[in-house]
């Protein structure tokens, strides 16, 4: 009477056995062709030559171009200007990344991991343009584990800092360094944009979100 | 609006999540008791819950036993758990083997929220299915003080009642209703009750002290010899080693030491948030007044580029154009989708594709979802509302947006060149794990498996699956059902498909899926369906996209296989076949209703509920009763069982439609057993219907 039957639980996922596959069908699994790759250590991080990055990328093509350090992952990298829409403007890295700006200010992300799937940027945008200080409240959307949009509400207080001199790439002016500060609930973050005199943010430092951190744009050509 | 809730999930993607959540509402814990549920005690119950959509495992060990759990925070005041215990040399009468084992199913409602000054309250069922080894009732109240200390104390029956009662509530049935596995209902809170009690102090985020007062006699274990018990009070510490895990050591009895280890997770919270997937092809805007040009129409060839176009495009996304219905101010493009799990992700990609591809004049876009060649849903865009809306929220776009069933593609629209016939094929390893056999209650095997998918022509599928068993034990379950059931044996052998280390075919079939009709879906199988079964199979769904009910209807033909896993069958014949109706319940939960006719040849019907995430992830369990008698049927009574589905995209960030499934069934008998026929029109269909994508629509711009 007590004896217990056996159960079979075919594993999809495979757990720890599972190795890699091969074929057309998506098996979940890692392909045999991608294991080199995943098996290998990354190499250790080195300091990136951001001079030598930007002088490629520049060499490589006549679009505008902006140079990219994501601070967190030790990433560096150039963006180039795929796409207009309006006023947002598309940059795409070699390996399928994207950055949606507004005159300077990120507004959206693809493929970063936690994206910023879009924002409200208005009222900072015209006082950056504008180099003036003020209080703004902007938002941020992001997709939760289930796929819903959150919404990251920040009250900020801009102000207006010194002139610097600012170079990278085809691109050397002066301009005014912007801070904004900004808190939603228990969060804080501060980016900084340096705009030069025709409004235009021709460098920026701005946080992207508790997962990426902080994000560094530095624009090489207009 | 729904500002609040991205804490919740960054702070749980963040630092370690807090073992103590608030001092206040719904009492949450993260720690998880010897019976794995949550709670901060050790052997008793308390009040507190753990994080709503918690999955945990928790395998502790102490006085000869070894009790392995699965808890389900259900909602978040109800959870519920199935354990699974082997206790060495504990002696029950008729019972031979020298480890015992059983299985028990828990029940936990809270019933009060805790307040500023008055206590969390939680009623709960221990072991309430069953033999009842660890049947016990409780009431418990638990009560905050500060944000460290949390004393627990409450009232039990049956083991809980054991020791040192105050008092009886009637007198407590000991005989089994029926054969086992019917709830025990009329023991409940009935007998002889206990006090009981205890304290939790958190005295960092990751160490935690605990002491108990226990009701629980430990009687039975007692008088195996196993335990001596010299005194009520259990004394034990955990530590959270990470987000995932936590151990815990206790003494126990004044006599005994014991140890825990339990593994958490949260569906709520995959890898990555949004996924990692590589952007999409961003959308393109026409230029002002370029709408107006319909030169296109008249060049040579022009339909023809432009399809070429538009597949290349798709193929970069990982989409397949199957069609494309080229008019000059309207299109619809006909995709499959071997790539997103979320449809509305594979539908906003098609849709940026359509933008950066079609003719200016094309105003109205349409992409119309194809699974196994069949059109199943449809979603019309205006371009200019695609080019407006892309940097908006995505319940801009979604309210443009049009939903229908796909049926005018399956009449109007003609494949592109080159798509049909098509060969697909993968080689990949697999684990098969097999438990609750008492002989050896954790078998596994590794093997490799060969599958190949053929497909003929639109909704013509020609598909096999090849596989073998390379090592481990899982060829030697030896097990058969008890002597004296007349029910014909159509499952409880499964083991003897498992002995051979030879290939066998684990599927080879043909398919033809069909639109017959508006919202109407078909399916005919034939073939080698499943593992143990071959023959007929067929189906007809009807499913609205945007109705909460669907109904179905399957009829079958099958012989049993030969127990080699080749082309032979035995002499068992069956006409199976149920209806079904299935329904979407809101916040996430979905029930079906199968009536019908099981492999025994048995009538009766199977009741499952699912609690299911818009991120793929499916929690139920399901239960089935026939015309078979409780004891025809033998131990169990009845057929019953706990199923998970994990979308891998989940785990790995980034989009697949591979899922792992898991069955629980804690006992594999005859009765109210279904054919499993892969394809089942349900599954395939409704991921792409409006409710689903809904459910998911914030990936749209993903």
Redesign the interface.
Same mark, same amino acid.
């Given at each position: 009477m007590r004896y217990l039957r056996s159960l079979i639980i075919a594993l999809g996922m495979g757990g720890a056995l599972a190795i890699a596959g091969c074929g057309s069908i998506d098996t979940g699994m890692p392909s045999i062709q991608s294991l080199p790759k995943l098996l290998k250590k990354p190499a250790p991080a080195v300091l990136a030559d951001e001079g030598a990055i930007a002088a490629e990328a520049l060499a490589r093509t006549p679009l505008p171009s902006t140079l990219v350090v994501i601070e967190g992952r030790k990433t560096t990298t150039t963006v180039l200007l795929i796409e207009q829409n309006g006023i947002y403007e598309t940059w795409a890295s070699s390996d399928r990344r994207t950055i949606t700006l507004v005159n300077g200010m990120i507004t959206a992300t693809r493929g970063l991991g936690q994206d910023i799937m879009s924002s409200e940027t208005g009222a900072s945008r015209e006082l950056l343009a504008a180099r003036r200080g003020g209080v703004v409240q902007r938002t941020q959307r992001y997709l939760d584990g289930e796929n819903q949009t959150v919404e990251l509400v920040a009250d900020c207080q801009i102000t207006r800092g010194g002139t610097f001199k600012v170079a990278a790439g085809e691109i050397s002016t002066s301009a005014v360094l912007m801070q904004e500060r900004c808190s939603a609930e228990d969060t804080q973050f501060a980016n900084e944009y340096s705009v030069d005199s025709r409004g235009r943010v021709v460098q920026s430092r701005q946080w992207l979100g508790p997962r990426n951190g902080y994000i560094t744009l530095k624009r090489l050509r207009f | 609006?729904?500002?609040?809730?991205?804490?919740y999930?960054?702070a749980v993607?963040?630092a370690l999540s807090p073992a103590i959540a608030s001092a206040q509402g719904t009492t949450i814990s993260t720690r998880l008791n010897t019976y794995g549920e949550a709670g901060g005690l050790i052997d008793m119950p308390t009040a507190e819950v753990a994080p709503d959509a918690q999955l945990s495992t928790t395998v502790s060990h102490g006085a000869s036993s070894t009790r392995t759990t699965l808890t389900f925070q259900i909602l978040p005041r109800l959870s519920g758990s199935f354990r699974y215990v082997g206790i060495k040399g504990l002696i029950?009468p008729?019972?031979t083997l020298p480890t015992?084992?059983?299985?028990s199913f828990d029940l936990r409602y809270q019933l009060i929220k805790e307040g500023t000054y008055r206590p969390a309250v939680a009623v709960g069922l221990r072991d309430f299915i069953g033999?009842g080894l660890y049947g016990s009732e409780y009431i418990v109240a638990t009560k905050s003080v500060g944000p460290s200390l949390r004393f627990s104390a409450g009232v039990g029956w049956g083991r809980l009642g054991s020791f040192n009662s105050f008092a009886s509530s009637g007198t407590r049935p000991t005989g089994l209703l029926g @054969?086992g596995g019917i709830p025990n209902y009329d023991r409940w809170f009935r007998g002889p009750m206990a006090a009981f009690g205890g304290v939790s102090y958190q005295a960092t985020d990751r160490l935690s002290f605990k002491i108990e007062y226990s009701s629980d006699s430990y009687a039975q274990e007692a008088a195996s010899g196993l335990v001596t018990r010299k005194s009520p009070w259990n004394f034990g510490v955990n530590y959270q080693v990470n987000k995932t895990m936590s151990v815990a050591a206790y003494a126990l009895h004044g006599e005994e030491v014991g140890a825990l280890v339990s593994f958490a997770l949260?569906?709520?919270?995959?890898g990555?948030?949004?996924?990692?997937?590589? @952007?999409?092809q961003?959308?393109?805007?026409r230029a002002a007044g370029s709408a107006a040009d319909l030169g296109w129409t008249v060049e040579p060839n022009s339909q023809a580029n432009i399809r070429q176009t538009v597949a290349q495009s798709m193929s970069a996304e990982g989409l397949v154009l199957e069609g494309l219905d080229l008019q000059p101010t309207s299109a619809e493009a006909v995709v499959r989708n071997?790539?997103y799990d979320?449809s509305a992700q594979a539908v906003g990609r098609a849709a940026r594709v359509l933008s950066r591809t079609l003719p200016a004049s094309v105003e109205t876009v349409t992409v119309t979802q194809a699974v196994n060649g069949v059109p199943t849903s449809s979603v019309t865009f205006r371009r200019s509302d695609l080019?407006a809306l892309?940097? !908006?929220? @995505?319940?801009a776009i979604l309210s443009r947006a049009s939903f229908s069933d796909g049926s005018k593609a399956w009449r109007s629209i003609n494949a592109v060149d080159g798509i049909y016939p098509r060969l697909?094929?993968?080689?990949?390893?697999?684990?098969?794990?097999?438990?609750?056999?008492?002989d050896n209650?954790v078998?596994f095997g590794?093997g490799a498996r060969l599958?190949g998918?053929y497909h003929i022509a639109p909704g013509w599928l020609a598909s096999g699956s090849l596989a073998m068993v390379l090592g481990g034990n899982?060829t030697g379950?030896r097990?058969v059902r008890?002597p004296g059931l007349t029910v014909p044996v159509v499952r409880?052998d499964?083991?003897r498909y498992?002995r051979t280390n030879k290939p066998k075919i684990e599927h080879l079939t043909l398919a033809k899926f069909g639109h017959p009709g508006p919202n109407l879906y078909s399916r005919i199988t034939v073939g080698y369906l499943e593992p143990m079964y071959a023959g007929i199979s067929g189906e007809l769904l009807w499913k609205q996209p945007s109705n909460r009910l669907a109904l179905g209807v399957e009829m079958n033909y099958v012989g049993k296989r030969n127990y080699d896993g080749m082309f032979g069958l035995q002499n068992y014949r069956v006409a199976t076949g149920h209806v079904s109706a299935y329904y979407d319940l809101g916040n996430g939960f979905h029930t079906q209703l199968d009536v019908g006719r099981y492999l025994a040849g048995d009538y009766g019907a199977t009741l499952s509920l699912d609690r299911e995430? !818009?991120?793929g992830w499916r929690i139920g369990a399901y239960a089935t009763k026939t015309n078979i008698s409780s004891t025809a049927f033998g131990?169990g009574s009845f057929d019953k069982g706990i199923r998970i589905s994990?979308p891998?995209s989940w !785990?790995?960030?980034s989009p697949?439609?591979?899922?792992?499934?898991?069955?629980?069934?804690?006992?594999?008998?005859d009765g109210g057993s279904r054919l499993n026929v892969n394809d089942r029109l349900y599954d395939t269909v409704r991921s792409t219907h409006q409710s689903q994508m809904i459910?998911?629509w914030?990936?749209f711009?993903?």
């Open positions: - | 609006m729904m500002k609040s809730s991205i804490y999930s960054l993607m963040g029950v008729g019972y015992y084992y059983d299985r033999t @054969a949260n569906p709520k919270t995959p990555v948030p949004g996924g990692t997937e590589t @952007a999409p961003p959308v393109s805007v071997p790539r979320i080019e892309e940097h !908006a929220p @995505a319940t697909s094929w993968g080689l990949s390893p697999f684990t098969k794990l097999s438990v609750f056999d008492p209650p078998r590794f599958k998918q899982i379950i097990r008890p409880s499964y083991g498992e995430f !818009a991120n131990e994990v891998l !785990a790995f960030g697949t439609k591979v899922r792992s499934n898991t069955v629980i069934q804690p006992l594999t008998r459910n998911s914030g990936k711009w993903r």
